[in-house]
Antibody, heavy 121, light 113 residues
Framework: QVQLVQSGAEVKKPGSSVKVSCKTSADTFSNSAISWVRQAPGQGLEWMGG????????TYAQKFQDRVTFIADKSTSTAYMELISLRSEDTAVYYCAGDRRYSSGWFFDFWGQGTLVTVSS | DIVMTQSPDSLAVSLGERATINCKSSQSVLYSSNNKNYLAWYQQKPGQPPRLLIYWASTRESGVPDRFSGSGSGTDFTLTISSLQAEDVAVYYCQQSDSTPYTFGQGTRLEIK
């Protein structure tokens, strides 16, 4: 069973930044695309973008282009999502989600447990 | 951006009865070079991440019960649960991966009548 294990909940001040990690096995890391999807409280799912760790290529949703960075650390099979200039509207559960069939459509067949990021003064 | 619109927003169905959820995309998600629709369906239960049920509009993910089926092409898609079970109570989302940003429908809440 493929697993993605995310870092714990965070509470941040407006204007600060957050970095969420997502760890998996080396084999999964090398053969998957990893996306980041967020879900505000009681709301739907929003794709932020993704990274293909093997190639190091990234794609960002334009909405987040100026504020988010995805990193893939091959040495630890860990993906990171850093979001800067946080505002209250960024309060959400952030999921990493993997896709082993990304060459023919990005469908998210395995997910992390989610990381709650709360932005509050 | 491709807008995904689901209907209905909520649905109540009796146990053992059929449940049908619709999803419409603002433009076609049919990829002409391979004739595949880049459309997926997910199930999300409270406090859990989503679970992939269907991809390429009609291919069931491994381990998904065969009471779940997907159909449609181009811009109009349907998720059908042939005989509703108690464990199917959840929110269901469609998602397109034809073009970035990949977008989800607003979700359909499925309950037991």
């Amino acid at each position: 069973q493929v697993q993605l294990v995310q870092s714990g909940a965070e509470v941040k001040k407006p204007g600060s930044s957050v970095k969420v990690s997502c760890k998996t096995s080396a084999d999964t890391f090398s053969n998957s695309a990893i996306s980041w999807v967020r879900q505000a409280p009681g709301q739907g799912l929003e794709w932020m973008g993704g990274i293909i760790p093997f190639f190091g290529t990234t794609t960002y949703a334009q909405k987040f282009q100026d504020r988010v960075t995805f990193i893939a650390d091959k040495s630890t099979s860990t993906a990171y999502m850093e979001l800067i200039s946080l505002r209250s509207e960024d309060t959400a559960v952030y999921y990493c989600a993997g896709d082993r069939r990304y060459s023919s459509g990005w469908f998210f067949d395995f997910w992390g447990q989610g990381t709650l990021v709360t932005v509050s003064s | 951006d491709i807008v995904m619109t689901q209907s209905p927003d909520s649905l109540a169905v009796s146990l053992g009865e059929r449940a049908t959820i619709n999803c419409k995309s603002s433009q076609s998600v049919l990829y002409s070079s391979n004739n595949k629709n880049y459309l997926a369906w997910y199930q999300q239960k409270p406090g859990q991440p989503p679970r992939l049920l269907i991809y390429w509009a009609s291919t069931r993910e491994s381990g998904v019960p065969d009471r779940f089926s997907g159909s449609g092409s181009g811009t109009d898609f349907t998720l059908t649960i042939s005989s509703l079970q108690a464990e199917d109570v959840a929110v269901y989302y469609c998602q397109q991966s034809d073009s970035t940003p990949y977008t989800f429908g607003q979700g359909t809440r499925l309950e037991i009548k």
